[in-house]
């Protein structure tokens, strides 16, 4: 498909405005089974973003009910299949797959290879989403409706006609994307243990990919667990097995040990890989070296690995035996210390830098500073006493989206930014992102900090009508949360028009280190004309000697 | 000089959030509901030295990145680099050791707030080997509480029972104070939750199982019990009025209950189940049919 000459890598900056015109893949080929990692890592990052829109769609919808205490926008079964889908789509296909496509496009870049381990296996993992998400949506059609049971899906509830015909599409479109992201997995782990450039060591690699290491392998280890969980959930409702009914002697206990085993960890497969942008961009607006890379990178792998063993708190108000809740509340209390190693190295990065407050590094200051907050609602909730009390209250809804939110969708913003000159040759409209992130800055917080004193207060989760007394926070959250659903229309705008027609970008705009940045904008079809040779430690930024363009910079 | 007056700023930096903190940990026992239990005291006294905390470490990171962001711009377009500091092994073990000795501490602390909260029907916890023996809650109750009352309470979708000494039956539930009163929970078809939030203590219930939750109340007054277990389709009507009184006004309130012949209580979810009224958007989804009203001595 290519066969345009393109020179070495060293001399690829001062190339660029000549090289990429000859060389841009095709609109075509985006709705094509490509097998380029850059084209795929596309195709996720905009199918994601649209699955992003319904399920934030349904999210006002929810907010819009929620503005008043009585029930009068939509019926009770309608409510219940909005909340089991706005988030389902929102975990399973938004932010997971938005990480496989922003971690497809960048992996390879980042570690020198030309394209992943198994480009094929590529292709198919993504080609699953999009049947898999309109498997779930067609469950609308239905005459019972949606998935009603919640992103959980507990039995009894999810096994009770008539909604379970809406559960067993649930179950079959979430095995599908399930299946998927194993196959990611497997190429992921494998692109980044056999596919580096000569002299990437592990300890140089930037933390992004070690972030995306961390995560496909707790996708490995923990996603058969809700598979295997999924399959008897099926089993009982389709076959007449009885693994999860109380009635014929089965334990719904089960299925929620069974869930959390995968579904705790899920949430470090969302973050970790944000915690890797926050990394990456932090050092390249500080213009400082990532303060202490290896204990970060170090405890990224102890992330992964305690966050396997903090499933149960997730049922401390369950039957869960007072020697379990304890137990676990000590693991998880414990994770606190290796997010606290990350927390501290931003801040030590940030501290005394040369800070460049662009779009990129608003998102990811914003998003480090709002990560801090869920971090320590994440601590008070990991107390077993206190969490007694809110336990399925919307203060764990409020700390759940201060990380969903807060955290991982202004990270992916940040990384949206960051890249976008890499991804597409051209760059967006500073004026406009800067916008973009105050709305949603802004607009997150109102949405979302009131959830914390109803939660207090004890307003349950899942309510679709609620007592008078609430009523206070609940009209700031709704109205923040329909700024915050605006907030995206100068994002799409901005992005759009500038994917079009904005002005071409260098190959580094930012100055930034990293083998990605050291090739062409977009990167030609091998990635690489050469395979870079890697002698440098990752983020060196401490090169006093050397003078770089400064005239590059017309962004500001 | 210089040196002296950073120093000197550090340390005012730290007092403020200092007295900040300690103001947080003061107004979060206001953001709880009324203490209506013995129990609902110790959780908030854990939350709030959790906040106080909590509001330490936010300020202090904040501050240092305020800090920054303030004085620490680069000119426009200048993409010099900054200080060259690779990481320091100091300050890493302190950030590494500093709070792991923190959260085994808050972990200790938490621990023994949770035995005085002495949860009766789910094992305690005993820290020696025989942990798991009686993971079964069912009706162990080796408990040191004295317990006056025994009340029965039954969950079925959507609608709360309660069942008192002598048989009799309500739609509300009526607790003596300044006694602890022992709550067999039984659901009877799926999952629900037994929540009052002045009580603060949650616990699930599991249709087959009979699980003890053990509570005193001290404060008279109205409360709702709300379902917190997700229970499908009407969810949000499983809610009962729960009123602490005292010993007397119980009993009288009892033996008044127990004079009237039971009745079919009224139930919010049968009637929104029977006579749908119109919504903004309306799915029209066939539903799970609530269970039959309950028969009860009293109901309101």
């Given amino acids: 498909m290519t066969n345009n000459p393109r020179e070495g890598i060293a001399g690829a900056d001062e190339s660029a405005e000549n090289s990429h015109s000859t060389q841009q893949t095709t609109w075509r080929e985006y709705f094509s089974f490509s097998t380029d990692h850059k084209v795929i890592g596309v195709q996720y990052m905009v199918t994601t973003f649209i699955f992003f829109l319904i399920g934030g769609l349904l999210a006002m919808i929810i907010r819009g009910e929620l503005i008043t205490p009585k029930l009068d926008v939509v019926d009770r079964p309608l409510y219940n299949g909005l909340f089991t889908l706005h988030g389902t789509i929102m975990i399973f296909l938004w932010i997971i797959p938005f990480n496989v496509g922003l971690a497809n496009y960048l992996v390879p870049l980042m570690i020198g290879a030309r394209d992943m381990a198994f480009p094929r296996l590529n292709a198919i993992a993504f080609w699953m989403i999009p049947p898999g998400g309109l498997l779930l949506l067609s469950s609308f059609l239905l005459k019972s409706g949606t998935a009603q049971a919640g992103w959980w899906s507990y039995p ?23 299946i998927s992201s194993i196959m990611g997995g497997v190429n992921f782990i494998t692109t980044i243990f056999w596919m580096r450039a000569p002299g990437m060591t592990f300890f140089r690699m930037p933390i992004f990919v070690w972030s995306i290491l961390s995560s496909q392998l707790l996708q490995l280890f923990c996603l058969p667990a809700l598979t295997g969980g999924l399959i008897l959930l099926l089993l009982d409702i389709t076959a007449g097995t009885n693994f999860f009914k109380p009635s014929e002697g089965g334990n719904p206990i089960l299925y929620q040990h069974l869930f959390w085993f995968y579904s705790h960890p899920a949430v470090y497969v969302m973050v970790l890989p944000i915690f890797g942008v926050f990394s990456e961009i932090l050092p390249a607006f500080s213009r400082n070296p990532l303060f202490g890379y290896r204990s970060v990178a170090l405890a990224t792998i102890a992330l992964a690995v305690i966050s396997t063993v903090v499933w149960a708190h997730h049922m401390f108000a369950s039957v869960t035996p007072g020697w379990m809740r304890i137990l676990f509340m000590f693991t998880s209390m414990l994770v606190a210390v290796p997010t606290g190693i990350k927390e501290f190295a931003w801040t030590a990065t940030v501290w005394r830098g040369r800070l460049h407050l662009l779009t990129p590094m608003l998102f990811a200051l914003g ?90 207060h004890g307003m349950l989760r899942r309510v679709s009508s609620y007592d008078p007394e609430y009523q206070w926070w609940n009209v700031i959250a709704s109205l923040g949360s329909f700024l915050l659903g605006m907030s995206t229309l100068p994002f799409i705008a901005n992005i759009v028009g500038s994917w079009l027609r904005g002005p071409k970008a260098e190959n580094n705009p ?47 | 000089m210089r040196k002296i007056l950073n120093s000197l700023l550090l340390a005012a930096f730290i007092a403020v959030i200092l007295l900040i903190s300690r103001w947080v940990g003061q107004q979060a026992y206001s953001w709880m509901p009324a203490q209506g239990t013995a129990e609902a005291k110790q959780v908030d006294e854990i939350f709030s030295f959790l906040a106080s905390i909590g509001t330490f470490v936010f300020l202090g990171i904040t501050g240092v990145i305020v800090y920054s962001i303030i004085t620490c711009r680069a000119p426009k377009g200048d993409w010099s680099h900054g200080h060259p500091a690779r990481g320091s092994v100091k300050v890493e073990i302190l950030w590494i050791v500093l709070p792991t000795i923190l959260v085994l501490w808050l972990s200790f602390k938490n621990l023994s707030i949770y035995q005085q909260l002495n949860i009766q029907g789910l094992p305690p916890v005993v820290m020696h080997m025989h942990m798991v023996e009686s993971a079964d809650a069912a009706t162990v109750s080796n408990d040191s509480k004295p317990v006056g009352e025994g009340i029965d309470v039954f969950a079925k979708q959507w609608a709360w029972s309660f069942r008192y000494p002598g048989n009799v039956t309500s739609t509300e539930l009526h607790l003596p104070v300044n ?118 001595n009293y109901s309101s």
């Fill in chain 1, 156 to 178: 009894p509830v999810s096994l009770q006609s008539p909604h379970n015909q809406g559960e067993v599409i649930w179950i079959l479109s979430l095995v599908i994307i399930g």
């Fill in chain 1, 367 to 456: 998003g480090a500073v709002m990560f801090l907050f869920a971090g320590i609602t994440g601590v008070m909730l990991a107390s077993t006493p206190f969490d007694l009390h809110v336990n399925n209250t919307y203060f764990v809804v409020g700390h759940f989206h201060y990380v969903v939110y807060n955290t991982i969708t202004m990270g992916i913003f940040a990384a949206i930014y960051f890249w976008f000159p890499k991804i597409t040759g051209r760059m967006y409209v500073e004026g406009w992102g800067k916008i973009h992130f105050w709305l949603t800055f802004i607009g997150a917080n109102l949405t979302f900090f009131p959830m914390h004193p109803l939660g207090l």
């Fill in chain 1, 510 to 556: 930012w100055h930034a280190t990293g083998l990605e940045w050291q090739t062409s904008s977009p990167p030609p079809k091998e990635n690489f004309e050469e395979i870079p040779v890697v002698t440098e430690p990752p983020y060196h930024y401490n090169d006093f000697g050397e003078t770089e363009q400064p005239e590059a910079a017309g962004q500001e």
């Fill in chain 2, 179 to 296: 006694q602890p009163v022992s709550l067999a929970l039984h659901a009877q078809d799926v999952l629900h939750g037994f929540y009052v939030p002045e009580f603060r203590l949650k616990q699930d219930m599991v249709p087959g199982r009979t699980i003890t939750l053990t509570l005193t109340p001290e404060r008279v007054g109205q409360y709702r019990l709300h379902d917190s277990q997700f229970s499908g389709t009407y969810f949000a009507l499983m809610e009962a009025n729960v009123y602490v009184e005292s010993r007397q006004a119980y009993s009288q309130w009892l033996a008044q209950a127990a004079s009237r012949e039971p009745t079919i209580a009224s139930n919010q979810a049968v009637t929104e189940y029977t006579q749908a009224t119109k919504k903004i958007f309306n799915s029209r989804w066939q539903t799970v049919q609530p269970a039959e009203p309950s028969v009860v």
